[in-house]
Nanobody, 123 residues
Framework: QVQLVESGGGLVQAGGSLRLSCAAS????????MGWFRQAPGKEREFVAR????????YYADSVKGRFTISRDNVKNTVYLQMNSLKPEDTAIYYC????????????????WGQGTQVTVSS
């Protein structure tokens, strides 16, 4: 019902910036929250940020708060993750996800997932 396609990952030096995009199609507005997660090798999938299509406050993991910004373009059905002041520990596969639950902040609350895009931050 919902398809998510991510782009924008790549290699960046520490302190640099990247912007990830997630293009949603299908029944986009049946999902009331859009989130970003990340997963480093050998580690669990970690919540990064959440935004609602209908507005309201954004929500961030403490590890990225103040450095990352989630935003949306409802006309384009696209969600973005602007990542600034990147650190080597930000290296991970980043996933876009959609949830019927507008308050969702954990992985099992999300119903649809993108394929992931690799972000690598070098020293």
């Amino acid at each position: 019902q919902v398809q998510l396609v991510e782009s924008g990952g790549g290699l960046v030096q520490a302190g640099g910036s990247l912007r990830l995009s997630c293009a949603a199609s299908g029944r986009t507005f049946s999902s009331y929250a859009m989130g970003w997660f990340r997963q480093a090798p050998g580690k669990e999938r970690e919540f990064v940020a959440r935004i609602n299509w209908s507005g309201g406050p954004t929500y961030y993991a403490d590890s990225v708060k103040g450095r990352f910004t989630i935003s949306r373009d409802n006309v384009k059905n696209t969600v973005y993750l602007q990542m600034n002041s990147l650190k080597p520990e930000d290296t991970a596969i980043y996933y876009c996800a959609a949830s019927y639950n507008k308050y969702a902040t954990i992985a099992h609350e999300y119903n649809y997932w993108g394929q992931g895009t690799q972000v690598t931050v070098s020293s």
